[in-house]
């Protein structure tokens, strides 16, 4: 049974860094075809994709956020994935889910098929 | 940057066939996954690969992809299908989402 659930701090000030960590079970991120995503939903808007880390730690991020703002790291033997977004401001208001990625190599099919139950974070001085 | 265009809102009465489109240029070349999200729930993968249902998710629940335009098709609606659908591609290894559609069962 593969379960995900996204930790860190509710309230961030303005120009702060968010730091965000995804504690997962039931799969490991160092078997092939796996990677975890991280996408975002301000309140009442559309999901945002923002960032993707891949078994082999290939990384992937959104080109619509500032150039370098994120980085998402992964620590196989904690089961856990961070990502940290830079220069946090109030439209960065939003619930951070992470959700587990399954990818076929042979067709290039991929898709987020196992969804934590997100985190509300709301930046505000 | 690539763009996937849903309408915002689709309304279905019970037991009609509910359609849900989303549009991007050349999207039939990639393949669409769907999701769908009730309030305050996470996002619930409802399809992938323009057209494969994951274990559990009704047969009620269709897709395709062709030209420009994928297409969610729900048959016989239920009230339970009133959510915010969102569909997603890849543009080369970027992932987009659509803007959200949301279905009104009345």
């Known amino acids: 049974q593969i379960t995900l659930k996204e930790s860190g701090p509710t309230l961030v000030k303005p120009t702060q860094t968010l730091t965000l960590t995804c504690t997962f079970s039931?799969?490991?991120?160092?078997?092939?075809?796996?990677?975890v995503g991280w996408i975002r939903q301000p309140p009442g808007k559309a999901l945002e994709w923002l960032a993707l880390i891949y078994w082999d730690d290939d990384k992937r991020y959104s080109p619509s956020l500032q150039t370098s703002r994120l980085t998402i790291t992964k620590d196989t033997s904690k089961n856990q994935v961070v990502l940290t977004m830079t220069h946090m401001d109030p439209v960065d208001t939003a619930t951070y889910y992470c959700a587990h990625l399954t990818f076929n190599s042979r067709d290039y099919i991929q898709y987020f098929d196992y969804w934590g139950q997100g985190t509300l974070v709301t930046v505000s001085s | 940057s690539y763009e996937l265009t849903q309408p915002p809102s689709v309304s279905v009465s019970p037991g009609q066939t509910a359609i849900i489109t989303c549009s991007g240029d050349k999207l039939g070349e990639k393949y669409v996954c769907w999701y769908q999200q009730k309030p305050g729930q996470s996002p619930l993968l409802i399809m992938y690969q323009n057209r494969k249902r994951p274990s559990g998710i009704p047969e009620r629940f269709s897709g395709s992809n062709s030209g420009n335009t994928a297409t969610l098709t729900i048959s016989g609606t239920q009230p339970m299908d009133e959510a915010e659908y969102y569909c997603q591609a890849w543009d080369s290894t970027i992932v987009v989402f659509g803007g959200g559609s949301k279905l009104t069962v009345l």
């Open positions: 039931g799969f490991s991120l160092s078997t092939s075809g796996v990677g």
